[in-house]
């Protein structure tokens, strides 16, 4: 995806809100440099056997993972993006290949490949797709002002927010909340708070 | 049939549907059971009901086009348009949704109120001087979707994505500035004597 089509410069405005839960360090943009970098995209390892990756990226090169001043902070505040690259096994292809595979063995060999045989061959179609496949690969913004702590995810799949939310309180060594009523509440005094039984009916 | 259940016995043993005596493992709940235990789950995630508590106290103060709140010393004016999903956690209809530009004010809408469907999902205008946002919003996470923000002014690039950081900024506010009211009158002592007596008598109003 390139900058022009990003959210966060264009398009639909869709956003998850969160807070910092505490004040960040008074060199707020070293702390959250290196909170970035330790958290940053890797690619998937074609020759192992992980389908999946997600870490941060620059928002300007979702190749990127040096999150210098200069491409991380816009006026007050620091725009970076979340990388999801995922591979897909073909398994219809696979399943063909088998197949094919299959007829050539029975015709040298006189008989059908059995289970072991089988899922060796399999094994082995997975790993030449793997070498040669390309992952699919999607960014979601991200932007912190760092006046008023206000994060801003850009994206509107719930998997994706929180998983970010996740990866943000662990690098960021700190509570990062959701900007929904409750979190204006005093934590005692959400704890005695109940739903308004005339307003449900009796139901809550 | 015989012959159907003697072999229903005999699949389901081995998916821990059925016991070695052939009966079930668990029992059956029925259908409007675990509906109600669904919307009861629903209610509780996040604090739900805080939110569907929060924008209906706000579709009814927004009935008098009145100011709810203040940000930067402007007034935050807000009104409910286009569509509105109701949702209760005990009623025999457990969601409502309507559409249409007034459609939020129907005398449908408040008299569901009435019958215990709160706001769970709106798309809200708010205006703010001379700006207008346009969100929707739902009640359990308040993120906020398919936004509009005022027109940039700014031509830059840069200074584009700085405007429209600021603007989406400041539409988070405004939603911090109206969460905030309410929770005034939530915590208040005249919440359950005063405010909800009020709300409720709208809601009931032929």
Request: hydrophobic residues 45%; contains cysteine.
């Amino acid at each position: 995806m390139s900058a022009l089509q990003m959210p966060i410069r264009r398009g639909s405005v869709s956003f998850a809100r969160f807070r910092l839960g505490a004040a960040p360090p008074r060199d707020v943009r070293r702390w959250l440099t290196t909170a970035l970098r330790a958290g940053a995209f890797e690619p998937i390892d074609l020759r192992g056997d992980q389908d999946r990756a997600a870490g941060f990226v620059e928002l300007e090169a979702e190749g990127m993972t040096a999150f210098t001043p200069s491409t991380m902070f816009t006026g007050m505040a620091a725009v970076f993006a979340w990388r999801v690259d995922k591979l897909r096994l073909p398994s219809a292809q696979l399943r063909g290949e088998l197949a094919r595979w299959s007829q050539a063995f029975e015709a040298a060999n006189k008989r059908p490949p059995g289970r072991k045989e089988k899922t060796e061959q399999k094994d082995t179609l997975k790993r030449a797709w793997r070498s040669r496949a390309e992952p699919v690969s999607r960014t979601f913004d991200v932007s912190l002002d760092l006046t008023s702590r206000e994060l801003l995810v850009w994206a509107t799949s719930s998997t994706v927010v929180e998983e970010v939310h996740a990866a943000l309180e662990e690098q960021l060594g700190m509570a990062v909340v959701r900007a929904v009523p409750s979190a204006a509440i005093a934590s005692n005094r959400l704890d005695a708070l109940q739903p308004t039984p005339a307003l449900f009916g009796g139901g809550a | 049939v015989a012959a159907r259940r003697a072999k229903s016995k005999e699949t389901g043993f081995p998916k821990g549907e059925t016991g070695v005596d052939g009966a079930a493992t668990a029992e059956a709940v029925e259908p409007e059971v675990a509906e109600q235990a669904r919307a009861q789950e629903a209610l509780l995630r996040g604090r739900a009901w805080l939110g569907r508590e929060c924008l209906t106290w706000l579709l009814w103060k927004s009935e008098s086009t009145q100011a709810i709140a203040s940000v930067e010393k402007q007034e935050v004016r807000v009104v409910f348009s286009e569509r509105l999903t109701l949702r209760s956690a005990s009623a025999e209809v457990k969601e409502l949704l309507v559409k249409g530009v007034t459609a939020p004010y129907t005398r449908q809408v408040r008299h569901a109120i009435a019958a215990g469907l709160l706001v769970h999902g709106a798309r809200v205008q708010l205006t703010w001087g001379e700006q207008v946002y346009v969100a929707t919003l739902d009640a359990e996470s308040f993120d906020v979707r398919a936004a509009k923000l005022p027109a940039l002014l700014q031509e830059e690039e840069s200074e584009r994505l700085t405007e429209r950081l600021e603007l989406a900024a400041r539409l988070g506010a405004l939603l911090d500035a109206l969460v905030l009211a309410f929770l005034a009158a939530r915590l208040s002592r005249g919440w359950e004597g005063t405010v909800v007596p009020a709300l409720l008598e709208w809601a009931r109003a032929p």
